[in-house]
């Protein structure tokens, strides 16, 4: 290879380099810009909802609500302790503390749009039984459940109910004490 090869090849080379190295600069601006721009949004994460001002903690925030007066809450919910700026939020949120019980039977619910589905749902004609109650497991909802905790008619598929939690009872497999009965009777035949 000649001189002149090489200086071209070395040539070639360089600029392929210097290349590389501008775009590699570029990465790397954009790099710094962008986590430049999220520490500034983690700075800014909590808000407080009476002055906007933004704070880097929550623990910052709590401290500016007790010491700013004018961000203080005024209103005490009786119930929970919670507090609020004005009298309208701390009304609605006392909603979530009242019980609608159910006049026909023991049940309350905190939504009185619950209790009515709950009415429809077991004393009105069409009954709709617990999917929990009727498979023996413990209904994750208590007295908030809207339907039936008792005992429905039998499932109209029997044992080719293919449902997880049907809302029906199915009759239990007496196969197994059959199958063991005619083992027991194929035992005894060949003892003969």
Do not use: W
Request: glycine share 4%; with cysteine; proline share 2%.
């Amino acid at each position: 290879m000649s001189v002149k090869d090489i200086e071209t090849v070395f040539l070639s080379l360089n600029t392929m380099f210097e290349d590389l190295k501008g775009k590699i600069d570029g990465l790397t601006n954009k790099y710094e810009d962008l986590e430049k721009q999220l520490k500034k949004q983690k700075k800014s994460s909590f808000k407080c909802n009476t002055c906007s001002k933004k704070f880097e903690s929550v623990k910052d925030l709590q401290k500016h609500k007790t010491e700013e007066a004018a961000c203080q809450a005024k209103f005490k919910c009786d119930e929970c302790e919670k507090t609020f700026k004005t009298e309208k939020q701390l009304s609605v949120h006392s909603k979530k503390h009242e019980k609608f019980p159910c006049e026909e039977c023991d049940c309350e619910f905190n939504f009185e749009g619950l209790l009515v589905k709950h009415s429809q749902a077991v004393h009105e004609s069409m009954k709709i039984f617990c999917h929990y109650f009727n498979n023996d497991k413990e209904c994750p909802y208590d007295d908030q459940c809207i339907f039936a905790h008792e005992e429905s008619p039998e499932c109209k598929f029997g044992r080719g109910c293919e449902r997880m939690m049907c809302m029906f009872q199915h009759e239990e497999s007496d196969n197994d004490d059959e199958e063991d009965d005619g083992d027991e009777s194929e035992n005894d035949d060949d003892d003969d």
